[in-house]
C-alpha cells in the first residue's frame, strides 16, 4: 500500500487528495479568497482524520509545483516540505500543467492534441503542449494568444484547451478543430501523476525543491509613498 497526500495550490481553488496505489480514496477542495493560507492545514487534517490515518500512514506527499499564483505555489509548497520534514517521506513535484493536462483524457482520439493553460494577465497564458499520450510536445513558456495561436496544430488535427484561461482563449481562436474545456486543475490529476513518480522512485530534493514560477516575481513600487523601497 502506498498512500500518496496530494496538494494544488496553483490556482484560486485550494484542493487535497489522498491516493492508494494511484487509487483516488478522497478529496477536498474549497474556492474562497484567502483559503491556501487560512485553510490548507484543516483540509489535510480533515482529510486523515476522514479515513482515519496520520502521518505516519502516508507514504509520500505531492505538489502542484507551477507555474500558477506566486502566492499560492509558495505556501502549498512550503506546507508538502514541511510535513515530509516532520513525517519523514519523500516529496514528489508534478507540473502543475502537465497535471492539468490529464483531465482532458476523456475527450481525447489518437491524434488529438491537448494545450494545457493558465491564465497569467491581459491575454496571456501560461502554457504547454501534450501529444493523446500526455507527452509534451512544447516547451513550458508564457504566450500572449490571439487569432492566430495553435494554427500549425488547428490545421492539422483536433486541439483540446483546458483551463482556466479557456475563457480568455475562445475570444480569439476560432477554428472548427479547436475544443474548449473549462474543467480546473485538482489535486486529483496531482495524485494521478504523483503515483507514476512514485513508482520510479522520482523524488525531489527537500533542501533545494522550490516552485516552478516561470516568471520572476516582482514587487511593485508603491507610487503613494515616494519613501517604500521596492
Known amino acids: 500500500m502506498a498512500l500518496i497526500l496530494s496538494i494544488e495550490t496553483s490556482t484560486p481553488v485550494c484542493s487535497v487528495a489522498l491516493h492508494d496505489n494511484g487509487e483516488l480514496l478522497r478529496v477536498k477542495e474549497i474556492d474562497l479568497p484567502g483559503a491556501h493560507s487560512e485553510r490548507l492545514i484543516g483540509l489535510i487534517q480533515e482529510l486523515l482524520e476522514e479515513k482515519s490515518l496520520d502521518g505516519k500512514d502516508i507514504s509520500a506527499v505531492a505538489v502542484s509545483e507551477g507555474p500558477g499564483s506566486y502566492t499560492g505555489l509558495r505556501i502549498g509548497v512550503s506546507t508538502a516540505k514541511g510535513l515530509c520534514f516532520a513525517w519523514g517521506i519523500p516529496l514528489i513535484g508534478v507540473s502543475t500543467l502537465a497535471a492539468l493536462a490529464r483531465g482532458a483524457k476523456s475527450k481525447l482520439n489518437s491524434s488529438s492534441i491537448v494545450v494545457s493553460m493558465l491564465d497569467a494577465r491581459r491575454m496571456e497564458v501560461y502554457r504547454e503542449i501534450y501529444d493523446s499520450n500526455f507527452n509534451p510536445i512544447s516547451s513550458l513558456d508564457s504566450e500572449v494568444i490571439d487569432e492566430s495561436s495553435f494554427d500549425s496544430y488547428l490545421q492539422k488535427t483536433e486541439v483540446i484547451f483546458i483551463g482556466d484561461a479557456v475563457p480568455k482563449a475562445k475570444e480569439v481562436i476560432i477554428n472548427e478543430n479547436a475544443v474548449f474545456l473549462e474543467d480546473r486543475i485538482s489535486a486529483i490529476q496531482v495524485g494521478e501523476l ?37
Open 194 to 230: 504523483a503515483w507514476i513518480k512514485y513508482q520510479k522512485n522520482e523524488f525531489e530534493n527537500l533542501a533545494y525543491f522550490v516552485p516552478n514560477y516561470l516568471k520572476e516575481f516582482k514587487v511593485l513600487k508603491s507610487k503613494k509613498n515616494p519613501l517604500l523601497m521596492s
